[in-house]
Structures are given as structure tokens and as C-alpha cells.
């Protein structure tokens, strides 16, 4: 014989109203009520918990073979940003080995022997020199590595990625730098942080968007605790 849940439920997708359920099954309506709330609260318990696994395994499989692999080299200086979501960037890299040379040359140090380094830059709407920064996270790497899941980022917002390396007094270095890139709205009918800025540039009432980040490429950022 069935359980009552078992019964309620079914009489439920048939279209049976809560009190004819009572009746069918001999029972009070607040009865059927409760057993069937609970059995709803349930079931969405364990979908949320299903899809919170589902999302999880699928983040850390395309972590673990977005990091930690050998880096293909290039022989270019570069810093590739892809928008994965709100909150996430995809960051790809590449050194070249007269780069590596030249900080070997500069610090008397052999390539493998440095800590190597990403700097985030929060740079909304502002001109980026390197110091300004709403906000910068810096994020050490492991050896053999050419590109980072940025996480915990805000939405709509413009960041700036550095990668380089950092000296025995902590000063970070950088050997080079991204483009800006913007995250994406969570809303479709969000105002876009840039807008005015934009429609400033597009009127001549400022000869260069107030996006565009002007800096040094070789400079020393003393890292802040």
C-alpha cells in the first residue's frame, strides 16, 4: 500500500483539490496540507543541494584544466581577459624569454628562483597610473603556470590585470599588462558605470575616453599589507 505522501502527491498532479484529497483518503484538510508542504520543501532542499553540487564539480573541472598547466610559449608578451561570468575572468598569459632574461639580468636572479605574481586592478572609470586603484588583489602563482580563475570579482565593473614578479623586499614588478576588460551586468536593465563617460568621448567633450589607462610597463608597486 502507498504512503500517504505517496498518495497525496498523486491525487495532487491529477488535479485533486486539497479537500476532496481529505475526503478521498479519509482525512482533515490541514493534515494533507502539512504533508504536502513538507514533502515540497523537501524536494526543492534536495534539487538546490543537487544543483549546487552539479555547478561546483563543473567549476572545479574547468579549474583544474584551466590551472597548473605547462605554459605554451608564444614568444610574445601578453595578457588575454575573457569574461566568464559577473564574478569570474579567465586570465591568459604569455612571457617571452627575453623578458625573463631582462629580470634575470636586472635582479641577479635565475627565472625559476622568483616569486611570480597576478595583481588584479579594480580601475572603474578612473585613469589607471598603477597606484590609483579602487582596489588590487595580489595573487601568487605556481611555477608552470599561464593563465588564473579570477573569482569574487564585482559585476560591471573594469579590471586590469598585472603579472610579474616580486623582489626580496616584497616591491612587485610588473613585466606585463592587460588591456582593461569589463565584467558583465547581472541585471539586462543595469545603467552601465561608463556611460556618461562614453557619451562624454562621442560629443568631443574629452579627446580620449576616460577609460584608457596610461602607465609604464617595467615599474616597481610596493605591495601593500
Not at 564574478?87 to 625573463?100: A, K, L, V
Not at 636586472?106 to 590609483?132: M, P, Q
Not at 626580496?168 to 561608463?194: A, C, M, W
Request: charged share 25%; net charge neutral; proline share 4%.
Amino acid at each position: 500500500m502507498k504512503k500517504l505522501i505517496d498518495q497525496i502527491v498523486d491525487l495532487r498532479a491529477k488535479g485533486y483539490s486539497f479537500k476532496r484529497i481529505a475526503e478521498h483518503l479519509n482525512t482533515t484538510v490541514g493534515k494533507v496540507q502539512y504533508r504536502y508542504q513538507k514533502y515540497k520543501a523537501q524536494a526543492n532542499a534536495e534539487n538546490q543541494d543537487l544543483k549546487s553540487t552539479k555547478s561546483f564539480n563543473e567549476q572545479e573541472q574547468y579549474e583544474r584544466k584551466s590551472v597548473h598547466h605547462p605554459a605554451l610559449r608564444y614568444n610574445v608578451d601578453s595578457v588575454q581577459l575573457l569574461p566568464v561570468d559577473p564574478s569570474r575572468i579567465h586570465c591568459m598569459w604569455d612571457i617571452q624569454e627575453s623578458t625573463e632574461k631582462m629580470a634575470e639580468h636586472l635582479f641577479r636572479k635565475e627565472w625559476a628562483d622568483f616569486d611570480k605574481s597576478l595583481v588584479v586592478y579594480d580601475v572603474t572609470a578612473i585613469h589607471f597610473d598603477g597606484h590609483n586603484a579602487h582596489q588590487s588583489q595580489c595573487i601568487s602563482l605556481p611555477e608552470m603556470t599561464n593563465n588564473w580563475m579570477l573569482t569574487n570579482l564585482k559585476p560591471n565593473r573594469t579590471y586590469i590585470v598585472d603579472i610579474g614578479i616580486c623582489n626580496e623586499n616584497h616591491q612587485f614588478f610588473s613585466l606585463v599588462r592587460s588591456n582593461p576588460i569589463d565584467t558583465p551586468r547581472y541585471k539586462q536593465g543595469e545603467v552601465g558605470l561608463h556611460q556618461q563617460a562614453v557619451m562624454k568621448w562621442q560629443k568631443g567633450e574629452s579627446t580620449e575616453p576616460e577609460w584608457l589607462e596610461h602607465f609604464s610597463t617595467y615599474s616597481y608597486y610596493e605591495s601593500l599589507k
